[in-house]
């Protein structure tokens, strides 16, 4: 892998891009270069491109808020985040995001925002054929921020006729006298989105002479986009508006749905086909204003983010994790022994629970123990396991060694379920995560030798389809996901059989199986299917390939 920075892979990052989202949010030079490119926000050290070869892999481009507002201090934006469909599923989004995260945390940033930024491209992830972003954001234990709307105006409404007097910027003085209103009763975030802006983009209300309201109105001719047409290329010619204005005394009064309307009317008589208002929740306002439809939606993440630690000292959390993991893999703690609660170990080393519980997790993570609800944490891991470097397979008995044989496989369940607390170990998943549940009888010459159930995590694959499993699932990663390197535990038992087992083995009840249990890797360590297997004892036989 290389880096590139955002202005050596933009070409390529606008193809493909484009490839998928053009129709809906497409990206142009003109977008990165002013959003971007040209932005004082961006953070080089975490804004590139990573390339496999001459392949684009993904882009990240994370900025840092520098402005006066106490508020906003401390935070930073992925501006933009993407990975090229043929190499998702495979971590590099969470690489991406992860080397973000620890440039913030060695910045002193304390939250992380997905979109949203000042001069931003997206106020927020957006809702559009866009669901795997969700999923991941979700999986990466990102919080939902709120949600935003834009809404579209596509006929030029009607003024009303008032007291108030609706003029374009004109002079210096008033142009002075709007940025002093606005640094007095709007947010300072407005007064930097605006500070540069040609008097022309601006419509302001007055009453005896004073400004009482404004409008900043956009359209592609003007020297800077704002956010409000972002999407023109998706228009003939896009109008914007945002933000808006009213000082306190005035809201609430028709006043403020003229003076949009007359924003508007301004936009469309310099030629724009349809209007936008962006990042907004004040919707009956706007449809009030003559924006009839929500055209596009936004879901803004954030993730709060811990303080620096000190050079030379191990978080704590480490510690705890540390001292566990060893006890348990020198056998201290032995497999199916429960380990000390959270509280029992947060008096030992003096912490929080919650210092405690992120230890527990990442072991829960890495497979040494589980949690049983109402009961405690167990754990799994065995000194006597064997890894097996390469992925084992199964040779079905006589009858299979003719090459010629068909295995035949029944698909009896397809659905999603969410994961209990045992799956959701194994796959390495919050409890009540979504997983694809596969029920499937595989027979030869019409004999049932195999019944599996099969977990497989949603966020992992986004749309399976139940065809998907009527053949081989790992040639199916491997062709399509184009999984390359895989590794697998499993568990092989004699197992008792009983219920929808021994029924579609043609099993009698407490007959023995040979009943598996595996749970299989990418290269980077995610869990990516988890199966359950009863072979029918008299038809198959095991054959194990591993390198020591």
């Avoid at 201090?73 to 080397?99: M, W």
């Avoid at 006729?161 to 210096?172: F, G, Q, V």
């Avoid at 010459?445 to 998907?468: A, K, Q």
Wanted: hydrophobic fraction near 35%.
């Amino acid at each position: 892998m290389n880096r590139k920075t955002i202005n050596e892979s933009k070409a390529d990052l606008i193809a493909l891009w484009n490839q998928e989202f053009e129709k809906s949010y497409p990206l142009t030079d003109r977008l990165i270069d002013e959003k971007i490119i040209e932005s004082k926000d961006v953070v080089p050290e975490g804004s590139y491109s990573l390339y496999d070869q001459e392949n684009l892999v993904g882009t990240i481009v994370l900025k840092f808020y520098n402005g006066s507002d106490k508020k906003s201090q401390g935070s930073a934006y992925v501006s933009l985040i993407y990975v090229n469909p043929k190499y998702r599923k495979t971590g590099y989004g969470s690489v991406l995001l992860n080397d973000a995260i620890r440039i913030c945390t060695e910045n002193g940033r304390t939250i992380l925002y997905i979109g949203g930024d000042n001069n931003c491209l997206f106020s927020g992830v957006f809702l559009e054929n866009n669901e795997f972003t969700h999923r991941f954001l979700k999986k990466q234990r990102f919080n939902i921020a709120y949600k935003n709307y834009n809404l579209i105006c596509k006929v030029s409404p009607q003024i009303e006729i008032d007291e108030y007097e609706y003029s374009l910027l004109k002079t210096p003085e008033e142009r002075e006298e709007l940025f002093h209103l606005i640094r007095k009763y709007f947010p300072v975030r407005w007064f930097q989105d605006v500070e540069y802006c040609q008097p022309e983009e601006f419509l302001v209300a007055k009453e005896a002479g004073k400004i009482i309201g404004f409008v900043r109105i956009n359209d592609p001719k003007c020297p800077k986009l704002a956010n409000s047409t972002n999407l023109y290329p998706l228009y003939r010619c896009l109008g914007g508006i945002g933000p808006v204005g009213i000082v306190p005394e005035k809201k609430g009064l028709d006043f403020g749905n003229n003076l949009v309307k007359q924003a508007s009317k301004i936009l469309f008589d310099r030629g724009c086909s349809e209007i936008i208002v962006d990042w907004t929740n004040s919707i009956d306002f706007f449809k009030n204003s003559g924006f009839s439809d929500i055209c596009n939606q936004y879901i803004l993440y954030e993730l709060k983010l811990k303080e620096k630690t000190p050079e030379g000292k191990v978080p704590i959390y480490k510690v705890i994790e540390k001292e566990l993991r060893q006890d348990i893999m020198e056998g201290k703690y032995k497999h199916g022994d429960m380990i000390p609660s959270e509280s029992e170990l947060s008096a030992k080393y003096k912490v929080s629970r919650m210092t405690v519980l992120q230890a527990i997790n990442n072991l829960l993570i890495d497979g040494y123990i589980y949690r049983h609800k109402g009961r405690g944490t167990f754990v799994v891991y065995s000194k006597k396991e064997m890894e097996l470097e390469d992925r084992p397979y199964f040779s079905l008995a006589s009858e299979m060694k003719n090459l010629k044989t068909v295995v035949k496989t029944t698909v009896l369940t397809f659905e999603i379920r969410e994961a209990d607390e045992f799956i959701s170990m194994c796959l390495q998943l919050k409890l009540g995560d979504l997983v694809y549940y596969v029920e499937r009888l595989r027979q030869v010459e019409n004999t049932p030798v195999v019944f599996e159930r099969m977990y497989l995590p949603l966020s992992m694959y986004g749309e399976l389809n139940e065809e998907i499993f009527n053949g081989s699932f790992y040639a199916f990663a491997r062709e399509q996901l184009h999984w390359t390197v895989m590794n697998c535990t499993q568990t092989i038992e004699s197992q008792a059989v009983s219920g929808r087992a021994a029924e579609l083995l043609h099993l009698q009840e407490g007959e023995p199986s040979l009943y598996v249990s595996s749970t299989t890797y990418l290269a980077n360590g995610r869990a990516v299917v988890h199966t359950r297997s009863y072979f029918h004892g008299n038809h198959v036989h095991f054959t194990h390939q591993f390198s020591r």
